[in-house]
């Protein structure tokens, strides 16, 4: 039998990346030049992939985890806490420690790098026969 975790990515979108909106006074709109902000989203650099609990593995047990989280100025994880799993504290320990390890390549915004705040992940656990036995 074969393992495989899967990562589903659903990072929030800082209010920064967008351009501000035009002025509404028409006289101002004669002068509006949009203006691209300098910003870059956090990257991911390194993933380290969570284990499959052998108890799970051994029990057929297929779930997820769906994780919160903040982006430092560094790129390293922090303040990593669980909000839903299925089966509730099955992977929750695997999935939070793997996170943990994660490290990306922080978010610029003019220069300085910015901490990025409740971020989610979501771990998918799914086992796979294998047929060739």
Same mark, same amino acid.
């Given at each position: 039998m074969a393992v495989s975790l899967s990562v589903l990515l659903m990072a929030n979108t800082a209010a920064a990346n967008?351009?501000?909106? /035009?002025? &509404? $006074?028409? @006289? #101002? @709109?004669?002068?509006?030049?949009?203006?691209? /902000? &300098?910003? $870059?989203? @956090? +990257?991911?650099?390194?993933? %380290? +992939? /969570?284990?499959y609990p052998e108890a799970a593995a051994k029990a057929n047990t297929e779930g997820f985890v769906v994780l919160q989280f903040d982006i430092t100025e560094t790129g390293a994880? #922090? $303040? %990593?806490? %669980?909000v839903e799993s299925s089966p509730e504290g099955v992977f929750d320990k695997s999935a939070s420690s793997a996170l943990k390890q994660w490290q990306y390549k922080p978010r610029v915004q003019n220069g300085k790098a910015l901490r990025q705040t409740g971020l989610l992940v979501q771990l998918d656990y799914k086992l796979s026969s294998d047929d060739a036995d």
């Amino acid at each position: 039998m074969a393992v495989s975790l899967s990562v589903l990515l659903m990072a929030n979108t800082a209010a920064a990346n967008m351009p501000p909106p /035009p002025p &509404k $006074n028409h @006289a #101002d @709109a004669k002068q509006y030049t949009p203006v691209e /902000p &300098k910003v $870059n989203e @956090a +990257s991911p650099i390194a993933h %380290v +992939s /969570p284990t499959y609990p052998e108890a799970a593995a051994k029990a057929n047990t297929e779930g997820f985890v769906v994780l919160q989280f903040d982006i430092t100025e560094t790129g390293a994880t #922090d $303040n %990593v806490t %669980v909000v839903e799993s299925s089966p509730e504290g099955v992977f929750d320990k695997s999935a939070s420690s793997a996170l943990k390890q994660w490290q990306y390549k922080p978010r610029v915004q003019n220069g300085k790098a910015l901490r990025q705040t409740g971020l989610l992940v979501q771990l998918d656990y799914k086992l796979s026969s294998d047929d060739a036995d």
